[in-house]
């Protein structure tokens, strides 16, 4: 590899030529998919830390082991996954012996945890942190097989969160100042790989940031070494006007500025974590999102940018929303109601998406996903809000957002409501963000309801 070395940072907040190199399950599943992502790093001089995520199906497994009540053999069963995966990898390779001893100490070590049912959330996230522990061995190992001088370090010595285990809040300022002392002096003598969707708290108890987690890691990461960009390496060619399995006929879509990027992010466009636009905004970084296996399709450059083009870009939609109500009689006369429900949903961590009013109630939607690490609506919560208020909760809604800049109820959105109407609305909220406009349906029409919006709406403006 020839070394070019970046710029020096003299001062602690000049921009470097870094880049951070972010590879999804996917593109790190197996060992040609790996091998793939090698070469995008050999290629490009600039890119000298990488963060991985676990190969594709491992998180999967490790989150079925969390579960308390498994039987034996189905224990075995997600634990024997994990290690296939890996081994199928391993298989291909020959571990330095830097390497190889760490791998084999933490496959050894994932296997014991893995054993025992573990009952506190702090356990759990040590076991969910496994599949980036050995899938970062492995892919250092694939890239020095390329030529490249690559070490791996261990995030959890730099990425410090609190101890809000399973979506756990970066720090930002410790982050900066562990990575300036201990990675940025690393990052000038080789290519350093990484893993994504984990940390460490004060007490350097392991921590993780959430499924999906792996592409805010790499945000976090570029902001604290000032690096220039961050490329996102995924299985498409980048962010598209809707889920490209959903409609054949979505497209990507070029450029979006970082408001846009974050909505479609925060409204379920999976390929991005929600949270990734925060310190890549905040910090001038700008974001890329490639396909691994197409690295020369190019892809999505996220950017700050001036003049957005207006109307709809994109529609997204996010499944498992769980619509709450809340409804006091009491709240004509009590002005501190909502102030009371917010602090509750605050305690327990809740991001609310939707809220909606009336004299007498709030609707309000939040997530549920199935695969989440941690469920989004604890028991406890329902019981605290139950004490001043009635409480419904509906399942089984989808959230369907349009997302662009400056949407208006004009031409545009009156085809909307004749594309609505076929189907059964339950809340639209629009105005609160001039990106975009977001509604509720159920479960079971959504993927009819953003096929026909992308047909009716995004398909038509392509054409024009
Ligand atoms: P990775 O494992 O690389 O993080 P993810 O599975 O998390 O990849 O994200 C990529 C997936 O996001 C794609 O395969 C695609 O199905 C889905 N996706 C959802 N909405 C969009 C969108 N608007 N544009 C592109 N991909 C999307
Ligand atoms: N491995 C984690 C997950 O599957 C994080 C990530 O891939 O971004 O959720
Ligand atoms: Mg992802």
Redesign the pocket.
Known sequence: MTTQLAASTGHSHAKSDYIVAK?????VANFESMSRCADIVRTNSQVRLVAV?AS?GVTNHLVALCKTDLSQLEREAHTNGVITIQEAILAQLSLDADLAHGFTETLKLFAAVAAEPLHTKAQQDELLSFGERLSSYLFTQVLRRQGVQAIRFDVRKVLKTDSQFAKATPDIAATAAAAKNQLTPLLTEQVVVTQGFIGSDQHNQTTTLGR?G??YSAALLAEAINAKSVH?????V?????????CVK?T?IARLSFDEAAE?ATF??????PATILPASRSHISVF?GSSREPQLGGTWIEKEKSQVPGIR?V?QRKNQILLTLKSPEMLLASGFLARVFSILSEFNISVDLVTTSEISVAITLDNAPNASRPELEQACLDKLSEFCHVSVENNLTLVALIGSEIQLRQQEMNLMQVLSDFNIRLICHGASKHNLCFLVEQSESDSVVQAIHSRLLESQQAA
């Open positions: 590879f999804g399950g996917t593109s995520s594709a999906g792996s592409d996102i390496w995924t299985d498409v980048g962010i598209f006007s809707t889920d490209p399995r959903l979505a990507p479609m379920g466009a999976k390929v991005l974590h999102v994109a997204t």
